[in-house]
């Protein structure tokens, strides 16, 4: 059991000066930092974990001790999920405990608060948000503050490269990697222009559908990551439907990175200890040491 | 007359390439469906000059829908709007009963086009969701419609209606449980099967190229009725109004007028218990820009984004959002947007009721409060042109509850939409019918 950092740093991460990028003892940007995961990951002939949770759930201090407890069992990153009314691409469990956090009233700087916390104690952490929250609280004023704060990049799930100039131009600045999604229905043009315009890592959704543990992984993965691999030199994480081990063994098997989420956010409904037995599994799968499930 | 197929023949107001109004429109969504959407517009590119489509569109309007819908002279009620002309547009008189099945019938004509078997759709009062079953049932394909658990009781005919044509309704039990959860939860669908399914959009918004598509079906109400009033009376309406929720109906019988310079458009936005008070679903005069179901555009939203949730007696209005040709013409001027309350929208459905004998939609009775405020306001040389955009059936539980106009102990136990005493009874006989 670990503890959940320090929480007496009351301020949140808007205008915080001193924290930043030397929070790591360098002046290494986000993407060199979210490349390190990759390149440690694969010079020890294994794929990285990715482990994801909503900050603020069950409470913004229990999410920050979640996530904590996902990186100390072995997670190489972590994906700090910022609570949307409206997660349109995330199946039941996700939506419930986003919901769960927003009516506990979490805002979009506790998500920057628990990101500072992470990446204080040396953790490596990305966020992962619906466009609207970034939209409103300023596409500049957010990457400032998520450079600040010490976070390496943004997954966007529903904003895809198209629409994004504003927030390319902006990560770029801040040495934010702008991390997006191709998915199996995408076209090889349009695998072109998302992997041109993504830093860090490419995320490749594994099945078409919403966000939720399955029982197998679609062999629709490995299709797309090959695609891809056609475009881009970027590490390829691959993420929707990983729950066990196993199936972690399995993706790991051809991509970079297991991203795992719904699994992680079931196993949060029973507490640290599951969060860190699954965590631990999970390490074990990517390295290809899952016992079999 | 005009035919349906007109309103497809490209316009002098578009969106750019990628579905731009100005900083308005584009594509909020995931890449999964980006796939899908860019199917759909070039689909949609080629069926708009295909004139067998064409032909087959302007059939079905015709011979199925019942189009052209009439004008209406109303005058018995233009003598509440400072005795203006108040003409109103017909689109109540529509096969299903409003103006959602121009839309549907155009994007059923293209699902099967595209080959799909299965549609999908979501619904807030209901008229959407009825005209998709009503388009699925005629053409043979699968329907799913979701529908928020809050707005299935509130329209419990409608769903009835859907279920009597072979649709699914699945009622959505998340977040608010209404409008825009129903849309939250047509895109999980969507996402999963979108290689048979096709999503028809029921309003002029989501991500491109639904507001140009959904508006373009929709135009023939403002072709037609510019015809039919030119014809009538050798001018054109001093002013043109409309119910505004997503706006489907109010952008296809303003389009038509927009270079008609002397010609006002209003919309009318539902004003729940008044904007003041929070309680509302008056996206553009309450909201500020921001992306949510696909496009960037006006949507009721708090300081960190995220949606609020909104209220209107009319199930159909009740949605925090707007398309985005409205965001984009409300900040050229073109047209204006004002709000009108339940209380406001409630008086005039009795008042047309009763000077008309036509029981309007609770959507349609907000463009009939506006046009009597506007009617006040322009005086007697006026001509208000008003689309009627759908009938009142489905509410008549809703107006019930609303004017205590049946004995509250023999209505279904839902919660009453119309003022309630503290023991949470209707208080009936506080409103006179």
């Given at each position: 059991m670990t503890t959940t950092g320090n929480t007496t740093t009351g301020n949140t991460a808007a205008g915080n000066t001193t924290a930043g990028n030397t929070t790591a003892g360098s002046t290494a940007t986000g993407i060199d930092r979210l490349g390190e995961v990759f390149t440690r990951a694969k010079a020890e002939d294994r794929a990285a974990l990715i482990g994801y949770l909503p900050a603020g759930y069950p409470t913004v201090k229990g999410s920050l001790g979640l996530l904590t407890q996902v990186l100390d069992a072995g997670a190489d990153l972590v994906e700090v999920g910022l609570p949307?009314?409206?997660?349109?691409?995330?199946?039941?469990v996700v939506q419930h405990a986003v919901e769960t956090a927003l009516r506990a009233g979490v805002r979009v700087r506790d998500t920057l608060e628990v990101v500072e916390q992470l990446a204080a104690r040396g953790g490596r952490a990305v966020v992962m948000t619906y466009w609207n929250p970034v939209l409103r609280y300023g596409v500049d004023a957010f990457a400032r503050d998520l450079a600040n704060a010490g976070g390496l990049g943004v997954i966007t799930?529903?904003?895809?490269?198209?629409?994004?100039a504003g927030w390319l131009a902006a990560a770029d600045r801040e040495g934010l990697a702008p991390i997006f999604l191709v998915a199996p229905s995408s076209t090889d043009e349009r695998i072109a222009a998302t992997t041109a315009a993504t830093r860090g890592f490419l995320y490749a959704?594994?099945?078409?559908?919403?966000t939720g543990a399955r029982d197998a992984v679609s062999d629709t993965a490995s299709v797309l990551v090959t695609r891809a691999r056609a475009h881009t030199d970027l590490p390829i994480g691959v993420g929707l439907g990983v729950r066990n081990g196993a199936q972690a063994g399995e993706v790991a098997g051809f991509a970079d990175g297991v991203i795992v989420g719904s699994a992680l956010v079931s196993a949060a409904e029973h507490g640290r200890a599951a969060v860190a037995r699954l965590t631990t599994e999970l390490a074990a799968g990517v390295r290809g040491q899952h016992t079999g499930r | 007359m005009t035919s349906a197929s007109s309103g497809l023949a490209g316009t002098t107001h578009e969106p750019d390439e990628t579905g731009h109004f100005g900083p308005y429109g584009g594509r909020y969504m995931p890449e999964a469906l980006i796939a899908a959407v860019d199917e759909v517009a070039a689909e949609y590119e080629k069926a708009r000059r295909d004139p067998e489509f064409l032909a087959e569109l302007d059939r079905l309007q015709r011979d199925?829908?019942?189009?052209p819908s009439p004008v209406t002279d109303a005058r018995r009620l233009a003598e509440h709007a400072g005795g203006a002309r108040v003409l109103l547009k017909?689109?109540?008189?529509?096969h299903t009963g409003s103006h959602k099945i121009n839309n549907v019938l155009g994007q059923a004509l293209l699902t099967r086009r595209m080959g799909k078997t299965r549609v999908i759709a979501e619904t807030g009062a209901g008229q959407h969701g009825v005209a998709t079953a009503t388009a699925a049932a005629l053409m043979g394909l699968e329907c799913v419609v979701y529908m928020g658990e809050v707005d299935t009781e509130r329209q419990a005919l409608n769903v009835a209606r859907m279920r009597l044509l072979g649709a699914e309704v699945v009622p959505v039990t998340t977040g608010s449980r209404t409008l825009k959860d129903a849309l939250n939860e047509a895109y999980r669908d969507w996402v999963a099967s979108v290689g048979h399914t096709h999503y028809i959009l029921g309003t002029a918004a989501g991500p491109h190229p639904f507001p140009r598509m959904v508006r373009d079906f929709h135009r023939v109400i403002g072709l037609e009725a510019r015809e039919q009033v030119l014809a009538a009376y050798g001018r054109l309406p001093d002013a043109v109004v409309a119910c505004v929720g997503g706006g489907s109906n109010a952008i296809g019988i303003f389009h038509p007028f927009?270079?008609?310079?002397?010609v006002r458009l209003v919309g009318f936005e539902a004003a729940g218990d008044g904007v003041e008070t929070g309680r509302h679903a008056a996206s553009i005069t309450g909201g500020s820009p921001g992306a949510l179901h696909g496009a960037m555009s006006y949507l009721l939203q708090d300081a960190d984004g995220q949606t609020l949730e909104t209220h209107s007696i009319s199930a159909g209005l009740d949605y925090p959002g707007v398309g985005p040709e409205h965001a984009f013409l409300a900040d050229s001027g073109r047209a204006t947007y004002e709000p009108v309350t339940d209380a406001e929208a409630m008086d005039a459905f009795r008042l047309l009721c009763r000077t008309e004998g036509i029981i309007p939609a609770i959507e349609s009775a907000h463009a009939i409060a506006g046009a009597l405020r506007l009617g006040r306001e322009l005086g007697p040389d006026a001509t208000i042109l008003v689309n009627l955009s759908g009938r009142g059936d489905k509410d008549v539980d809703t107006a019930a509850r609303w004017f205590g106009v049946v004995d509250p102990e023999s209505l279904p136990t839902e919660a009453p939409p119309g003022p309630v005493d503290a023991d949470g009874a209707v208080a009936s006989g506080e409103r006179e019918l």
């Open positions: 949307y009314s409206d997660p349109v691409l995330d199946g039941p799930p529903d904003l895809v490269p198209d629409e994004a959704a594994s099945t078409m559908g919403v | 199925y829908a019942g189009r017909r689109e109540d008189l529509n927009l270079d008609d310079e002397g």
